[in-house]
Every structure is written in C-alpha cells, then in structure tokens.
C-alpha cells in the first residue's frame, strides 16, 4: 500500500490548472475558445462575445468543463482510469456446478414451504377437503 500511495500521491483539490502535475513533459490540460469570438456593443461598458471556452483533461480522457460568462458546466464521460495507468482487468468467474444427481427422490412434489395444503374448491364451487364426498 506503501508503495500506491507512494506513486498516486494525493493533491490539493482546488489549484490552478497550470499547477497541476505535468503529464510526459505536455500540459495536463487543453483550452480552445470556441464559437463566435467577435465583440458585439449591447449597450454596455463592455462589448459582449458569444464565445465558449472549452477546457480539456489530457490526464482523464472524457474530462471537460465548459465555460461562458461566468458560468460554467462540468462532465465527464469515461471509464475512471488515468492515461497512462495499467488497465484493470478482473478475473473470470469460476465455473457453474452442475446440479446434483439425487435420484428419483429429488424429483417427486414437494410440500407446500407454509404447511398447508391449498383447499380444493368442487365441482359445485363450494370448498372442501380433497376426496370428501357431498351428502
């Protein structure tokens, strides 16, 4: 366990994205402004753009947040494992058993589990005991 711990260091959660660990000497993470980047006059101080900016993890593949005015959405669509690390592979299951061979024992009707046997309802609808004959 040492030894994990010693590789997957753990990190501050909330740092800037250019603090974040380098991944084989590149960024860990790429931004592409995308959409209409052209400044339009609204009436305001500011001229307002209709651009979004698109940030991607290179480090967890399917990782992005999008952001645009302020607000920003997070998803990530992926398998949960870092680029680079070793694939997990779980073992097969063991084999079925098969049923056991009990003989003709094994195979004749059972009892009901709660007891009771279910009343029979006769031929003239009105319930009683199996074979008891109307008088």
Do not use: H
Not at 65 to 82: F, P, R
Request: with cysteine; glycine share 12%; net charge negative.
């Amino acid at each position: 366990m040492d030894k994990l711990n010693e590789e997957d260091k753990a990190e501050d959660r909330f740092r800037a994205l250019n603090e974040d660990t380098p991944l084989n000497k590149d960024a860990s993470w790429i931004s592409k402004v995308c959409g209409d980047m052209q400044g339009y006059n609204t009436g305001g101080d500011a001229p307002k753009t209709y651009a979004v900016n698109v940030i991607r993890s290179l480090r967890w593949p399917g990782a992005l947040t999008v952001a645009k005015n302020g607000k920003y959405c997070n998803i990530y669509v992926g398998d949960c494992i870092k680029k680079g690390d070793s694939m997990f592979n779980p073992t097969d299951p063991p084999e079925v058993m098969a049923d056991p061979d009990d003989g003709d024992e094994a195979r004749k009707e059972q009892p009901e589990p709660q007891g009771k046997e279910p009343d029979v309802v006769g031929a003239d609808g009105e319930e009683g005991e199996e074979g008891e004959e109307g008088e």
